[in-house]
């Protein structure tokens, strides 16, 4: 059982359509991540959250919006994407961003874009 | 530009020998390096680490080698088993956030009965 929970595992959503990822880490960490892995793409780093707080966008175009409300709980709100933003999304934490810590991920949620 | 390379999309093993994934990274500000093993439809599962003040780390079956002059990394099964059959990740970071990963391609490494 891994301590990084996301949901849901898969989503189909249209161009027109808002949806969200949900990620739940009860690992007591500090720190949140988003990555995506695209098709023959490496992981990609989207977004940092280090006690709540953004430290990272890494040029993620504005339809994706992330929101952490604590350090449990990260959220990515989708909203008008685009085929090519069809991809595994992968959440993740660590005790703190800075440091030589293990980062753990989900199991990730498969996101197509009809 | 990719920083993080894994110039072995895949790697076939039989069961019991050696099983040698490399990795080259081009970033000197990476201290901090990182392996994960993934199954289809599951995320990466951290295996592991080795900071750039070592040279080697060592956990069971895996070893993690790193040559700060060749800027070069590689992860060691021995031995080698078909549960081992999975996507295997290098990861490096460095600088200011050590949170900021910065992933290789992958290599599909296939364990043969």
């Known amino acids: 059982e891994t301590g990084v929970t996301q949901t849901p595992r898969h989503l189909v959503m249209g161009m027109t359509n808002k949806k969200s990822l949900k990620c739940e880490q009860h690992l007591g960490h500090n720190a949140m991540y988003w990555y995506k892995q695209s098709a023959k793409k490496p992981l990609e780093l989207m977004f940092v959250y280090n006690f709540k707080e953004q430290t990272e966008n890494n040029s993620v175009p504005s339809r994706f919006s992330p929101e952490c409300p604590n350090s449990s709980h990260l959220f990515l709100h989708l909203h008008t994407l685009q085929p090519e933003d069809s991809a595994l999304y992968l959440c993740?934490?660590?005790?703190?961003?800075?440091?030589?810590?293990?980062?753990?991920f989900g199991e990730g949620s498969w996101l197509t874009v009809v | 530009d990719q920083q993080v390379k894994q110039n072995s999309p895949s790697l076939s093993v039989q069961e019991g020998r050696i099983s040698i994934l490399n990795c080259d990274y081009t970033n000197s500000m990476f201290d901090y390096f990182l392996w994960y093993k993934k199954y289809p439809a599951e995320g990466p599962t951290f295996l592991i680490s080795i900071s750039s003040i070592k040279d080697k780390n060592e956990d069971g079956r895996f070893t993690v080698f790193l040559n700060k002059s060749a800027k070069h990394l590689s992860l060691h099964i021995v031995p080698s088993q078909p549960g081992d059959s999975a996507v295997y990740f290098c990861?490096?970071?460095?600088?200011?956030?050590?949170?900021?990963?910065?992933f290789g391609q992958g290599t599909i490494l296939t364990v043969h009965p």
């Open positions: 993740a934490s660590s005790p703190e961003e800075g440091g030589l810590y293990t980062i753990y």
């Open positions: 990861a490096a970071a460095g600088g200011t956030s050590y949170g900021k990963l910065t």
